[in-house]
């Protein structure tokens, strides 16, 4: 199927969004932008990550090893969004009852008073999430999938918007337990901060000399505009050719031979938000293979299991994810007539 060079092709059927909303998106993600890059400087790709996975409505996993901006990174957003926030230090005694909230007797009015726990914050900022035991990991799956959780066999619904930001330390694993697969494929994308360059180094030595940048952030953007943002990125448009693209990625991973286990239906969906997140950001209302080129790593890679034999040639899930987008045939593009 051919695409136009606004990615539509000329048998789709589509609906545009109104530019004000597409510049509404642009102008506020450009505010938390530089509130958070205030903070965490040389990381733009980074945020550019973050941003899109709170625009498509996901949830985050921050991997990297320790003092390189993991919570920082969280926190930092957490203040640029005017909402409740929930922080959660994840430790091997840690409950489920200590993420989700706990049923308490009133002697006074002889009924149970449910008090909620952090989970009930618009962001959860959960650091160190392979500290806690699998039991206590599990209590954010019916958290992050379907937004509400159960207590007593009462179910009670999560705010709106509801944003975990998980950090994790791949280094150190005495002591931790490693995600179960259920568990990391909630997290819509994965991505690693890494050391920044000289020169932003440099520039963050400047900046926390004498103050405290994250101490100076302050919202910019309240919890309303961020769920009517989420409810504009749903409307960006995806041509059947680039669904078939996102479709054809994630099944190469369920076939590859070096991969024991592949990318679920889930992930489909999810990469093809992703990408519709990137879109709006770029002040576009579709989606382009591009789009989703950039966001196949982030999204894919976490979800996957190398083989034995992949891993002892030093072969990463990530590795795969790249071969596999690069021999993926792109839709082809022709000018509109």
């Excluded at 903070?39 to 990550?49: F, H, I, L, M, P």
């Excluded at 498509?56 to 991997?63: Q, S, V």
């Excluded at 799956?141 to 918007?161: F, S, Y």
């Excluded at 989606?287 to 950039?294: A, F, G, M, N, Y």
Aim: charged share 25%.
């Amino acid at each position: 199927m051919l695409l136009d060079s606004t990615g539509r092709s000329s048998t789709d059927d589509a609906t545009t969004l109104p530019r004000t909303a597409l510049d509404d998106l642009v102008t506020v993600t450009g505010r938390i932008r530089a509130a958070v890059e205030s903070v965490v400087t040389g990381r733009s790709d980074a945020v550019d990550v973050t941003l899109a996975v709170l625009l498509a409505g996901g949830h985050l996993l921050i991997e990297d090893v320790p003092g390189v901006g993991k919570t920082t990174l969280a926190k930092a957003l957490a203040r640029a969004i005017d909402g409740s926030v929930g922080r959660i230090q994840f430790t091997p005694d840690l409950l489920p009852s200590d993420l989700t909230g706990v049923s308490i007797y009133r002697n006074q009015t002889h009924e149970f008073e449910f008090r909620p726990g952090p989970v009930f914050s618009n962001v959860v900022i959960g650091d160190e999430i392979n500290r806690a035991s699998p039991k206590t990991q599990s209590a954010l799956l019916e958290c992050m999938e379907e937004g509400q959780t159960t207590v007593d066999g009462v179910t009670h619904p999560l705010p709106r918007p509801f944003f975990v930001v998980a950090t994790q330390n791949p280094v150190e694993m005495e002591g931790t337990y490693p995600l179960p697969e259920a568990q990391r494929d909630r997290f819509m994308a994965r991505l690693s901060v890494g050391y920044p360059e000289a020169a932003a180094e440099l520039e963050l030595l400047d900046r926390m000399e004498t103050r405290d940048p994250l101490g100076e952030v302050t919202p910019v953007v309240d919890v309303a505009t961020v769920e009517r943002l989420v409810t504009t990125v749903r409307g960006i448009w995806a041509s059947d050719a680039v669904k078939q693209y996102v479709l054809a990625i994630v099944s190469a991973t369920r076939e590859h031979p070096a991969l024991r286990l592949g990318a679920s239906p889930r992930t489909t969906i999810q990469l093809l938000r992703a990408a519709k997140a990137v879109a709006a950001m770029n002040q576009r209302d579709h989606v382009l293979p591009d789009d989703v080129q950039r966001l196949a790593v982030p999204v894919l890679a976490h979800r996957l299991i190398t083989t034995t034999e992949a891993r002892l040639a030093g072969q990463t899930p990530a590795d795969v994810v790249t071969a596999i987008v690069e021999r993926t045939a792109v839709p082809a593009r022709a000018d509109r007539r």
